[in-house]
């Protein structure tokens, strides 16, 4: 069993920062990249961005300059640092990983559960 538990979201004004955090649990041979998407109502799902093994990171343009993703590999955990907030950040927040369970198994993407950020004007 995996187990990605997410924290951190929560109600900030516009210009406001949030940290969220995703830990991942359980068997967790190896992990490949981890990274961050958000759905805000009536939309798709989107990439915010993504953190390789190697920490070479990657980010949508909306973000670039005010979100900054980084790891803890020896606690399996993902953070996404969000600054300058703005409304149109306003979203479910679900944090991704890649990660083989067993030695003998492939790589396979494993969710969190969600956390919502709600930037207010």
């Known amino acids: 069993q995996v187990q990605l538990v997410e924290s951190g979201g929560g109600l900030v004004q516009a210009g406001g920062s949030l940290r969220l955090s995703c830990a991942a649990s359980g068997r967790t041979f190896s992990i490949n990249a981890m990274g961050w998407y958000r759905q805000a109502p009536g939309k798709r799902r989107e990439l915010v961005g993504t953190i390789t093994s190697g920490g070479t990171t990657n980010y949508a343009d909306s973000v670039k300059g005010r979100f900054t993703i980084s790891r803890d590999t020896a606690k399996n955990t993902v953070y996404l640092q969000m600054n300058s907030l703005k409304p149109e950040d306003t979203a479910v927040y679900y944090c991704?990983?890649?990660?083989?369970?067993?030695?003998?198994?492939?790589?396979?993407?494993?969710w969190g559960q969600g956390t919502q950020v709600t930037v207010s004007s």
């Open positions: 991704n990983v890649n990660l083989k369970r067993l030695w003998y198994e492939g790589y396979f993407d494993y």
